[in-house]
């Protein structure tokens, strides 16, 4: 049956509020991702079995040994506007969403079973009581000490989210293909541990089956999905192409003839520049020539040329990358996060 606002253009879909939307994963393209969850948690023998919801974004709530799933997996025509609104979709093909769900119901099952507090888990993972800021870590792309599962090296980024990757492996791989991916790596030892662990948990109950709240269930949000939309592009502004757009123009302006253009002066003090910003603030090559490139490529997508004194523009662009690499080390974004 064809709900009401499936056929709304986004002007009118977004004035719609998400608790009027009537989405359920039963039925949709989402089930039979959450059932091959339960079946492979249940080929291990794990009694646990996760609550599955939709909510606003990926996440295990603390302590709930439960996921939430993003609504706008729950439909096409919202997946439609997300791809509209935020340029991806989170998990918007089976083996993403797969990944994704695997990797929260590490989180699930460390709920579950309070594993996290034992001694044998803070000393293979970290203590997870340090600050909780993933978006920030600094990762190490050829480390052995921690498996590949979601991009960006995400096991890095916390004990917790270590543990959740190293699950999320265990239970979606064989023992013997984890073995032979990660022989010779430090990882193995996190992955016997899990197997070990696991083994120690099997066909035992949960101790945990529900304590406390669900965090943004759709049924109960009453925002429209503009309100939500909204807040999440201030949320991740950094990420949008046109984030650095206002800034590159002050430094520089509109490319005239004779001009050389802002991409190629960028290009042609880049080493010096990175070099510099590295020495003063003690930040990584990676991250510094990162953003040299997304600065150079959107000067270069505007247009925009020299018309100032270079020795002016060097002052300038050197000072503008060295205050947003200065706030990353602070903050894990280039520009403050601004929040609801």
């Known amino acids: 049956m064809a709900l009401a606002w499936e056929s709304m253009t986004d002007e009118e879909l977004l004035n719609v509020r998400i608790c009027d939307l009537g989405l359920k994963i039963e039925g949709s393209e989402l089930e039979p ?43 096409p025509r919202l997946r ?5 609104q935020m340029m991806e979709i989170e998990g918007g093909t089976a083996e993403a969403c797969d ?5 929260e119901s ?19 993972f970290g203590d997870p009581r340090i600050d909780y800021t993933p978006e920030i870590y600094h990762h190490r792309p050829y480390s052995k000490s921690f498996v590949i599962h979601l991009p960006n090296w995400y096991a890095q980024s916390h004990p917790d989210e270590d543990f ?26 996190k992955l016997e541990y899990v197997d070990k662990t696991m083994r120690g948990v099997a066909k035992v109950p949960p101790k945990v089956t529900r304590r406390g709240p669900l965090l943004s269930e759709v049924s109960k949000s009453k925002k429209t999905l503009g309100r939500h939309y909204a807040w999440k592009r201030k949320e991740w502004s950094s990420n949008y192409p046109d984030f650095y757009d206002a800034d590159l123009r002050k430094i520089f302006g509109d490319l005239t003839p004779g001009d050389e253009t ?27 020539d990162r953003l040299a490139t997304k600065l150079i490529a959107r000067a270069e997508a505007l247009n925009l040329g020299t018309p100032r004194d270079e020795s002016a523009l060097l002052i300038d662009i050197g000072s503008y990358l060295a205050a947003l690499v200065s706030n990353y080390l602070h903050t894990g974004r280039f520009k403050k996060k601004v929040r609801r």
């Not at 989180?107 to 507090?117: E, F, P, Q, R, W």
């Open 33 to 75: 991702r959450v059932q091959k969850l339960m079946a492979s948690l249940e080929s291990r023998d794990l009694a646990v079995r996760p609550l599955c919801y939709l909510g606003a974004e990926w996440q295990s709530p603390n302590e709930v040994p439960a996921i939430c799933i993003p609504f706008y997996l729950a439909h």
């Open 80 to 84: 439609q506007l997300e791809m509209h």
């Open 99 to 103: 990944k994704l769900i695997f990797h």
């Open 106 to 124: 590490g989180h699930a099952v460390d709920h579950a079973y309070k594993l996290s507090v034992r001694k044998a888990w803070r000393d293979t």
């Open 164 to 189: 959740a990757e190293t699950f999320a492996v265990w239970l979606a791989k064989t023992p013997e293909e984890w073995k032979k991916e990660y022989e010779g790596w430090k990882a193995i030892e």
């Open 262 to 288: 802002a991409a190629r002066f960028m290009r042609r003090y880049r080493r010096s520049i990175v070099t510099a910003i590295m020495r003063w603030t003690g930040e990584r090559k990676y991250t510094v």
